[in-house]
């Protein structure tokens, strides 16, 4: 039996372990899952004899090096700024490691003792990041691989609300972390490159700045600029590319109606506003609002922000509850953005059946023998129910996945890494498949921003 | 005679010298003036026999200690960060100090040192801080003294270009330091009371949300509130009062157009553009617009922005040329603001005869055996030229003014301080009159926010 160590049991870790746990009777598997909260792990693993649950307090140094040092492999599901010290042990004991994370650059600063050691520690290897990188390096390599020039990449991901479950004017709830959505786009300019442009958009105008995207089957979306297109330049080689951008995909309208709160100041988290906790929802609306006590904070809001009598952006905000004169805030010393995330989480969080939903979208446009085409990638995933989430497969199969091939001997390359190589990628895409996280393609004419090729 | 040390012989110091060295007669004064620059010290002193300018280095401790050893006080007319050692110098040789910068919490702390040797540091006694401190005492001392109560306390200021320099769009130029203006309302929330409402003003609103105000005799001027409105209710006693709002004036039409700067992102100052040196002035216009290669640059922002064909805004940018393609920006690694900030320096810098104007507007508002009025009080002051500033009037002459009346032993609170107490203020206005810096009052009815105390 080989032993494959998962650190964390959170909410990304139920389909991990049971896909893991299916594999462990033909692949000779035990899963140990360690928490400092063993309850949810308990209930993952539901008894299977091949998984087995223990107490870990990740800050006991002599637990946790007993734990990895007694394992094959592996996985860390804790938040990133945990993965650090797990790493150390990994070293220390030559095991191999797996993550969902971004790579630190405390953690790349282990990379030649990573390699000394012959070690693989596979990171960013979940959805995005994760499924990102792999399924646009297997269809950059090929184009590539055709002779093919690249000229464009554009990638697009969202984790929305399944449309059987989809049932308020924003087309959204919020099926993870919700202040990560409250304060999206915050903290540095989006910046990208267009046919050779560079392109910045500040955080006040981000949301208008969207664009429309469609999916067979599921309809249109629509995106918005993420701050870091530039940093795949390198990492994905694609360095001549006059095209790169990446954004974050909502419903149609979304946008529209979240700029609201941007333009009233809403999102801020930069500072306390005086009495919150006492302060009504029509109170905090009304603190972004010139004083003028002969009129209604309504109306106020609406010329504020130039909003028409026939604009449902307004019933958008009804809906919300955020006139109410009665429902108070009840968060001390709490910031816009804070007191923002409290009231959508009275409209937007879950109901017991709800299901989310994944969706991920590429474009890739290139030149060969002085032709240009364009190739269309999708993927769409929807949530069993809330503990098997769309989110959770998406996250946990690649893991568990990439787990797999590299206890297998499948993975050569050693060193700190993303999984960017066909060794790591091909397989895990193959067996997504399998689990239906699949990529639907069309190749068409390129129509990238400039198809004429105009001066600009 | 007398020995008066003023370290820094800046912008700000011209009417300083001058008007000490007017008095340097009947009062028995010797002005020195040190500078690490002596050329535009000597030519304030001008040969004057009681003037006299010695080259220092304020980081040569030895020759600083001497300096500040033989003088009977001190003026630093330094940038505020470099206060704090001629401030230690003048404890050890037991001199007072007066400074026209804000306090800052290192100079506080050494306020129990200064009462020990029975010192004087008067700081923030130029314009703004200083005028703005000494003119609004007086009036709310007068108006507390009457047995009334305060309700209300607003208080503008603005360095603008004088009626007869006015010759361009704008109705603005740079009279002071140009970077100060391009990233003005940066950096935290602006935020003020309104009847007893606590409103707040995201920096992409700030812009849009100015107040009017007329003077007598120079017409109608706007506002934009600044950051710290609420930090003077304690400094002023105005722990009641249900209105406090502080502003910056420019001239009607000002800040709306200046908003388009800001809608772009021109005014971030907290990344460096690609490639800004060989940019033309029109690609960095065109960095912050969608990339559409059939529309020009100029129909993208008129579009993005929604610019009316007939809107003189249009020409405000015109006339900058932000849509010259021959012009090159020719700034290495600089950031937008840094770009908008050599843009806006081709236009709007003085000419040779150009003067500028200070502008300052108090409005107090107060109940009086249940009667509530409010008091006006606007000060309007004109340059003579580009030495003798209206800037350098009015922060140097209150300079001086203080300097005399603590080295003729008028002042009688020791410590680090403010012109807040009548024994400082009350002379200096007096004085300051005479040198054609004066208010101009008028008491009208109460008009407030809520005069008819309809509910908000």
Redesign the interface.
């Known amino acids: 039996m080989r032993r494959i160590l998962i650190v964390g049991a959170g909410r990304s870790s139920s389909a991990l372990v049971r896909y893991l746990l299916e594999k462990s009777g033909e692949e000779q598997l035990e899963v140990i899952i360690a928490d400092i909260n063993t309850e949810n792990a308990a209930k993952l693993v539901g008894g299977h004899p091949n998984g087995k649950v223990i107490e870990l307090d990740i800050f006991d140094v002599e637990s946790r090096k007993k734990a990895v040092a007694e394992s094959d492999i592996v996985i860390s599901m804790l938040p990133a700024r945990f993965h650090l010290e797990i790493a150390r042990d990994c070293i220390e004991f030559g095991k191999n490691l797996v993550t969902a994370s971004y790579v630190s650059k405390e953690l790349k600063e282990l990379d030649s003792k990573v390699k000394e050691r012959g070690l693989v520690f596979m990171n960013e290897v979940g959805l995005d990041p994760g499924i990102d990188h792999m399924s646009a390096m297997q269809v950059i390599d090929r184009i590539k691989g055709s002779g093919a020039r690249m000229l464009l990449f554009e990638s697009f991901t969202g984790g929305l609300i399944a449309p059987e479950s989809d049932d308020n004017l924003w087309n959204y709830k919020f099926t993870w972390n919700p202040r990560n959505v409250v304060v999206a786009g915050q903290g ?2 989006a ?1 990208f490159i ?2 050779g ?6 955080y ?2 981000l949301f208008r ?1 969207t664009e429309f995207l469609s999916i067979e089957g599921y309809g249109k979306f629509e995106a918005y600029a993420n701050r870091d297109s530039l940093n795949y330049r390198e990492v994905y080689g694609l360095e001549d590319a006059l095209t790169l951008f990446r954004g974050t995909i909502r419903r149609v309208g979304f946008s529209r109606a979240w700029n609201i709160f941007v ?3 809403m999102t ?1 988290d ?2 306390v ?3 919150s906790e006492d302060m009504t929802y029509r109170d905090f609306t ?9 009129d209604s904070v309504e109306l106020k809001l609406r010329h504020y922000l130039k909003i028409d009598q026939d604009d449902v952006i307004w019933d958008k905000l009804l809906e919300l509850d955020l006139f109410n004169d009665k429902k108070k805030v009840g968060l001390k010393d709490a910031t ?1 953005a804070q007191i923002l995330q409290k009231i959508l989480m009275d409209s937007w969080s879950l109901k017991k059946d709800d299901k989310d939903m994944i969706v991920m979208y590429h474009k890739f446009g290139f030149e060969k023998e002085g032709k240009k085409r364009q190739i269309e990638s999708s993927m769409v995933v929807v949530g069993e129910d809330q503990t098997y989430t769309a989110m959770a497969k998406t996250v946990g199969l690649p893991v568990a996945m990439a787990c797999l091939q590299i206890l297998n001997g499948r993975v050569h390359t050693p060193g700190v890494q993303l999984p960017l190589k066909k060794e790591m990628y091909q397989d895990v895409l193959t067996e997504l498949e399998k689990h239906g996280v699949r990529f639907v393609e069309k190749e068409v004419e390129y129509l990238g ?2 198809p004429y090729n ?3």
Do not use: C, V, W
Request: positive net charge.
């Open positions: 540095g300019i910046k267009q046919e442009k560079y392109k910045y958009i500040p006040h105008k700045r333009q009233l100041g801020d930069s500072y506003m005086q009495g009304n603190s972004f609002l010139t004083y003028k006590p002969h816009p921003y400039n105009l001066g600009a």
